[in-house]
């Protein structure tokens, strides 16, 4: 579970570096506690919305390859900067193009960190 939190951190860490779209504001102290904050908000969003858009969508994912997951993480990544800025984190996704190009790194970053947290994936139960 901490590892999870970790890789969301890293995640939306290199969307905020990556798309001009998505921004952290305050000083860096607060951008630290933020980003820790709306990576625990992203799990839950994550968590609890997308399993529900995920079966709503089901036709559209079958017809799309999968390519319309972009834009349900791209859905989640805006609920996500919604909920900071309704609470006042300092998290903003701009437009929907910056929150599906974020959708794409955070899914990069997540699986990238996921092989560096977790190994390779390979490892054998003896």
């Known amino acids: 579970m901490f590892a999870r939190f970790l890789i969301n951190v890293v995640a939306l860490l290199a969307a905020v570096w990556l798309v001009g ?3 952290l504001t305050g000083d860096t ?13 992203f799990g839950i969003v ?4 997308k399993p529900v858009l995920t079966v709503i969508s089901l036709p559209f994912l079958i017809l799309t390859l999968g390519l ?10 805006k609920l996500t900067g919604w909920v900071a800025g309704q609470v006042g984190l300092g998290f903003h996704v701009g437009s929907w193009g910056s929150a599906a190009w974020g959708a794409v790194i955070v899914g990069v970053a997540s699986w990238l960190a996921g092989l560096v947290f977790k190994g390779n ?3 054998s139960r003896r």
């Open 29 to 41: 102290q607060h951008q630290v506690i933020a980003v820790a904050v709306v990576a625990v908000v």
């Open 21 to 23: 779209g998505i921004w």
């Open 121 to 123: 994936g390979h490892r």
């Open 68 to 77: 319309f997951a972009i834009v349900i993480n791209a859905a989640m990544l």
């Open 46 to 49: 994550n968590a609890l919305i």
